[in-house]
């Protein structure tokens, strides 16, 4: 590894704490949201049911909640248009389309993951566009240990669970560069700090929120893997595991879908360095 790359990892890790602070502001700005656009309060009201009828095991309430999550992000999207511009709003919006049509192959209590992962790896491919577009690139120093947990991660479903093992190798891998490339923190140039002291929730810009919601998106698909591979259908881990799933992707794509179409507003406008 060159010595720019080990200082750029030893710079991040030592910046734990303020990208943590960061990612919170960024949540609390999308939460804010909520105030002002009804289909964001709609999300975070899925969410929410999604979240704990996944745990309780109640069926219906996790199928419609889940259906409805990223049609209701859409309309976020769609409500600003005009300021992310066409380019990023279409990708955005397919991106959001694929996730919709990845989630509803996934609406099964026993889906086929191998299946759902097409349109998700899809998905992926354009949030990672999106992300080039606003002035990330790949490095050693964040590519290698993601590398080394997407490795973990299959040599334990090949023994677990041979059958995912398609999933866990493409997409796994899709995921991977998705997380490493959100976490060049190129994508903050121009974005500000974040203001703690915001109440009643700490905000800062959204482009705050890419790289955690590109390093939830892996952290959620892992859990699903996990549950797929450890856990017994219909069980408590298995239901407790599926609400862990749901709050982190549900999660994972608003920071991420506020972030990026906050990176194409910054483009449009000039404002990104």
């Known amino acids: 590894m060159a010595r720019g790359d080990r200082r750029a990892g030893l710079l991040a890790r030592a910046d734990l704490p303020g990208r943590a602070a960061s990612a919170a502001g960024a949540a609390g700005a999308a939460v804010a949201r909520a105030g002002r656009e009804p289909e964001r309060a709609g999300y975070l009201a899925a969410h929410a049911t999604c979240v704990a009828s996944s745990a309780l095991g109640l069926e219906r309430p996790r199928r419609v909640s889940k259906t409805l999550l990223m049609p209701l992000l859409a309309g976020s999207v769609l409500r600003r248009r005009r300021r992310i511009?066409?380019?990023?709003?279409?990708?955005?919006?397919?991106?959001?389309?694929?996730?919709?049509?990845?989630?509803?192959?996934?609406?099964?209590?026993?889906?086929?993951?191998?299946?759902?992962?097409?349109?998700?790896?899809?998905?992926?491919?354009?949030?990672?566009?999106?992300?080039?577009?606003?002035?990330?690139?790949?490095?050693?120093?964040?590519?290698?240990?993601?590398?080394?947990?997407?490795?973990?991660?299959?040599?334990?479903?090949?023994?677990?669970?041979?059958?995912?093992?398609?999933?866990?190798?493409?997409?796994?891998?899709?995921l991977a560069a998705s997380s490493a490339l959100g976490d060049d923190r190129a994508l903050l140039a121009g974005a500000g700090p974040a203001d703690l002291a915001a109440t009643p929730l700490p905000r800062a810009d959204a482009r705050h929120g890419i790289g955690a919601g590109a390093n939830l998106f892996l952290l959620s698909d892992g859990l699903l893997l996990a549950r797929a591979a450890l856990a017994d259908p219909g069980s408590a881990a298995a239901r407790l595991l599926d609400a862990a799933v749901m709050d982190t992707y549900a999660t994972a794509q608003l920071l991420l879908v506020d972030g990026l179409a906050r990176a194409e507003e910054a483009r449009a406008e000039g404002g990104r360095r």
């Not at 577009?133 to 993601?146: K, N, Q, S, V, Y």
């Not at 995912?164 to 493409?170: F, R, S, Y």
């Open 85 to 174: 511009g066409a380019p990023g709003a279409g990708a955005l919006l397919t991106g959001l389309g694929l996730a919709w049509a990845g989630d509803l192959v996934l609406l099964p209590e026993r889906p086929d993951l191998n299946r759902g992962a097409v349109p998700f790896a899809g998905a992926h491919a354009l949030h990672q566009w999106l992300m080039h577009r606003a002035g990330a690139r790949h490095a050693p120093a964040r590519a290698l240990p993601r590398a080394l947990a997407w490795a973990g991660a299959a040599a334990l479903v090949a023994r677990r669970a041979p059958a995912l093992l398609p999933a866990a190798l493409g997409y796994g891998a899709v």
